[in-house]
């Protein structure tokens, strides 16, 4: 949810947005802002599912430094969503398990 | 391979200041730093600062980091952003990955000023989305205008809990209670009084005991600690919440410091494993100096006054300052320092800092040893 | 109720404060009630004040001392608490109301004339209170400050107000 109206931040600036996909889905963001902040303020909380027992997870930091906010980003995984800013036609997916490398298991299909 | 006086290690307030300080003493110096943005936890801080008016009391946090940016461009001070160190070596070469390329950058002296990271607490259900840093919650409230719910349960009733709390609040959120694990808030009185008059319960000697959710926390219990830490049957207390902040304090962010081979101390009112330094703010390692809550975990203003000290203490050995020059203004750095480590609040923090200039030999961490040349061999 | 278990004082032992006015003062007019019992290091109400009446002096950790003679309960002090712990009351407003002016950075703000919740600083309702003023000027930088009328036996009570509806 974006917060529209602050007591010490003023209202929200209209800043230029852009549409990406998560999922499949497209949902608009704030040019430029973190993609986690994008599907937080769209309602989205789980980012990925853990390798072994398939838990949900979703942002813990939001500083770069804990990787639960790890997601699928243009095919590349482990991409920390908290630190790595939208682009316009970004594709994001939920990331299970670690991703999948060149030759890699745990294919996120 | 780029060349500096002073390479800085991190933008937020300690960085910053050592930059400006040396910079206005005439020292080259490159700022470095991982994030998008510079100024560190400055430009979340929407709330006004305490301390005199030479800490900039009654200013709110982002005003005060908008001041140091402004003060930083107009020095000319060099600063690199999107730019991780993730090494720092003998001949005081740093190793920075930029671009996604990795630049090397050889400096005559070092700061680090890297801050610090959230502690953690692990309980049945922590890892469900939802539950978060304080300092995640604040960066989404107050610079990314994200509410991540609207109901928090807040762990943790130091300044970083009641603070954050309070500007749940503000971005429409409610807090249905704050739980302290200590038998007392750890935090300032008059920000436990804000929530109180708020209608937001304050709950000493109460810690979380799960969270529960399918694929998120929908509720939290809460359990009373007896003075033996133990949970007391009984008085469990189940909230229906959607998000649940862990405040529980900072430890020092110091894998360069140790990387280094500067000695630390394990001081817990300093946040744990902390390196050695001096009043110049140098380590163990001559040309390396540390500032900030890396150096101690402390506040805002005290990391502004501690970057200074570093800035002034390299300008001093570069030979852009006077000798008489530099111990006055490290002198008015010194008072305004030990201000704000006064009082109740301040004392603890006051004698570990103390002890941290001369720690006993049972406080400090494994030696590493000290590589390559020394500083004052090569600078002659 | 020790602060640091509850978060707030009692009457008690918030009129043990240095900077507390004596009876005869609050008899007189408007005048500050500075709720600040911990000794942090803190002075920015010391400037604050055009009339000299606030004293923090060194270090700057002592609480904060009134010369009620010089305080005109003017309110510019409340918006410069960081801890807004300052407010402004008027047990002279009429016979049977008092005026208290306190902080509130939230959003949205009362208007003039509306009828609120007074609340102690529990945050329990304790009374009905009406907006007389709501001051908002850039000085203040973000912090408003609301003026209420409410029975004047809660003048000592009310420290918040939440809107109804």
Redesign the interface.
């Known amino acids: 949810m974006r917060i529209e109206n602050h007591p010490i931040l003023g209202a929200r600036e209209q800043l230029p947005t852009v549409l990406i996909e998560v999922d499949g889905q497209v949902i608009e963001a704030v040019a430029g802002e973190p993609i986690a902040a994008a599907l937080v303020a769209a309602g989205r909380m789980v980012f990925r599912y853990t390798r072994k027992r398939h838990e949900p997870r979703g942002l813990f930091c939001a500083i770069g430094r804990c990787t639960d906010c790890m997601m699928v980003v243009d095919g590349v995984p482990n991409v920390r969503t908290c630190v790595t800013p939208v682009r316009a036609g970004m594709k994001i997916q939920t990331q299970h398990g670690l991703g999948q490398a060149k030759g890699g298991h745990d294919a996120n299909d | 391979m780029q060349t500096t006086d002073l390479a800085v290690v991190g933008a937020g307030p300690a960085g910053l200041a050592a930059a400006i300080a040396a910079a206005s003493a005439g020292v080259r110096v490159l700022l470095i730093d991982e994030n998008a943005r510079p100024g560190g936890q400055l430009f979340k801080q929407i709330h006004k600062f305490f301390g005199s008016k030479d800490h900039y009391a009654g200013t709110r946090g982002i005003d005060i980091g908008t001041r140091l940016l402004s003060d930083v461009e107009a020095l000319g001070v060099e600063v690199m952003l999107d730019s991780v160190v993730w090494g720092i070596f003998a001949d005081h070469t740093l190793g920075v990955i930029r671009d996604r390329r990795n630049v090397r950058v050889q400096a005559g002296s070092i700061c680090l000023a890297t801050g610090a990271s959230e502690n953690a607490l692990a309980f049945p259900g922590w890892t469900l989305p939802g539950v978060m840093g304080a300092g995640a919650i604040q960066t989404l409230i107050n610079v990314e205008r994200v509410l991540p719910g609207k109901r928090v349960l807040m762990v943790g009733s130091g300044n970083v809990g009641l603070i954050v709390s309070y500007q749940l609040l503000q971005a429409g959120a409610q807090v249905v209670a704050v739980v302290e694990a200590l038998p007392r808030v750890g935090g300032y009185g008059v920000h436990a009084g804000k929530l109180r008059r708020n209608g937001v319960p304050i709950l000493t000697s109460t810690t979380i005991r799960e969270a529960r959710g399918k694929d998120r926390v929908e509720k939290a219990t809460t359990v009373v600690l007896d003075e033996r830490w133990r949970q007391v049957p009984g008085t469990e207390r189940e909230y229906d919440v959607d998000v649940i902040c862990l405040a529980l304090g900072l430890t020092p962010l110091s894998e360069l410091a140790w990387m280094a081979g500067c000695q630390f101390a394990y001081i817990p009112q300093l946040g744990g494993h902390v390196p050695i330094h001096d009043e110049d703010m140098q380590t163990t390692v001559p040309g390396i100096y540390v500032a900030g809550d890396l150096a101690g975990i402390e506040e805002a203003s005290t990391a502004m006054e501690e970057g200074k000290l570093a800035g002034i203490a390299v300008a001093q050995a570069l030979g852009h300052l006077s000798a008489a020059e530099a111990c006055r203004r490290k002198e008015a750095v010194f008072k305004r320092l030990d201000e704000l480590r006064s009082g109740p609040f301040g004392e603890a923090r006051q004698k570990a800092k103390t002890r941290l200039c001369h720690p006993a030999v049972e406080e400090q961490s494994a030696p590493r040893p000290r590589p390559g040349p020394k500083h004052s061999e090569r600078q002659g | 109720m ?8 009692s009457l008690e032992e918030l009129a043990r404060l240095p900077a507390w006015p004596s009876p005869e003062r609050l008899a007189q007019g408007p005048v500050v009630i500075i ?10 109400c010391e ?2 004040c055009r009339q000299g009446a606030i004293t923090v002096g060194e ?3 002592n609480l904060p001392q009134l010369a009620e003679d010089k305080c005109t309960g003017c309110g510019l002090c409340i918006a ?1 608490c ?4 300052i407010f402004v009351v008027d047990l002279t407003y009429s016979d049977t109301e008092a005026t208290v002016q306190l902080p509130r ?3 949205p703000l009362p208007d003039k004339g509306e009828w609120v919740d007074g ?5 329990e309702k304790v009374c009905a209170a009406r907006v007389l003023k709501v001051l908002n000027p850039a000085v203040f ?4 400050v609301i003026t209420v009328a409410v029975p004047k036996e809660f003048a000592m009570q009310v ?2 107000i ?1 809107r109804r509806g």
């Not at chain 3, 709720?35 to 920015?44: D, H, R, S, T, V």
């Open positions: 020790p602060l640091e278990k509850e978060g707030i004082l709720e600040c019992a911990q000794e942090i290091p803190c002075n920015p400037d604050a270090p700057i950790t410069e960081p801890g807004q712990a950075e939230f959003l609340l102690d600083r529990a945050g930088d973000r912090t408003p420290r918040n939440a």
